[in-house]
């Protein structure tokens, strides 16, 4: 166990529908990322926050936001949902946001776009 | 631009046999890079680093890892694979020199410990 949570563990909608993934950091870590794991793009980087701030964006579609908490949990939002939009959806974080510092990764969330 | 290849999709073993799983990365500069695992159904989970220093990292569970500079490659390796090893193992690399925090990974391997 990583230590990082996310909710919910599985996620079926329809095409333009819009949800919300929630991740919890480790105790003590300020930078969460998201990533997409899908079987044609392999595992791609979408977003970093760092203790409330956006600090990296990767490949991140504009139908897609995110947001980290005072209280450092992030928010992953998805709308107008496609089907090429389903994947899993993983969070990560670090204690800090030096780039030595490895990732932990959460469980993923299963998000199927019917 | 920084990327990664790991040039097997799949990689079969014999259980108590070494394993090695291959990755190769191209940087700018020096690079800092990973080996991540990851089980059906879980989260990616941490092996090892090489950020700089020794050559061989060693990590979580029996694992290892050479740091290649001059064949730009990093390849995990394990004295004897048990069973309990197979799954899908990640290469990643972060570029120091652009700033960028996130991890670039590979396509993964799959890996298969025969009983």
């Known amino acids: 166990d990583s230590g990082v949570t996310q909710t919910p563990k599985h996620l079926i909608t329809a095409t333009g529908q819009r949800v919300t993934l929630r991740c919890s950091p480790r105790?003590?870590?300020?930078?969460v990322y998201w990533y997409q794991q899908s079987l044609d793009q392999g595992l791609q980087f979408l977003i970093q926050?760092?203790?409330?701030?956006?600090?990296a964006k990767g490949n991140i579609l504009e139908r897609f936001s995110a947001q980290q908490f005072p209280d450092l949990h992030s928010e992953l939002n998805l709308s107008s949902l496609e089907l090429g939009d389903s994947a899993l959806y993983f969070c990560?974080?670090?204690?800090?946001?030096?780039?030595?510092?490895?990732?932990?990764f959460g469980p993923g969330t299963r998000l199927t776009v019917l | 631009a920084q990327s990664v290849a790991q040039p097997e999709d799949q990689v079969n073993v014999a259980e108590g046999n070494p394993l090695t799983v291959k990755c190769t990365y191209s940087?700018?500069?020096?690079?800092?890079l990973f080996w991540y695992v990851q089980y059906p159904n879980r989260g990616l989970q941490f092996l090892l680093k090489?950020?700089?220093?020794?050559?061989l990292v060693k990590g979580s569970y029996g694992f290892e890892a050479e740091f290649n500079k001059s064949q730009t490659s990093f390849h995990l390796k394990k004295p004897s694979a048990l069973v309990s090893d197979s799954a899908l193992y990640f290469c990643?690399?972060?570029?120091?020199?652009?700033?960028?925090?996130?991890?670039?990974f590979g396509t993964g391997t799959r890996l298969t410990v025969i009983p």
């Open positions: 990560a974080s670090s204690v800090a946001s030096r780039q030595y510092n490895e990732q932990f």
């Open positions: 105790s003590g870590d300020l930078s």
């Open positions: 926050y760092y203790n409330g701030e956006e600090r």
């Open positions: 940087v700018s500069g020096n690079p800092y």
């Open positions: 090489y950020i700089t220093g020794d050559n």
């Open positions: 990643a690399v972060r570029e120091p020199q652009t700033g960028a925090n996130n991890l670039f």
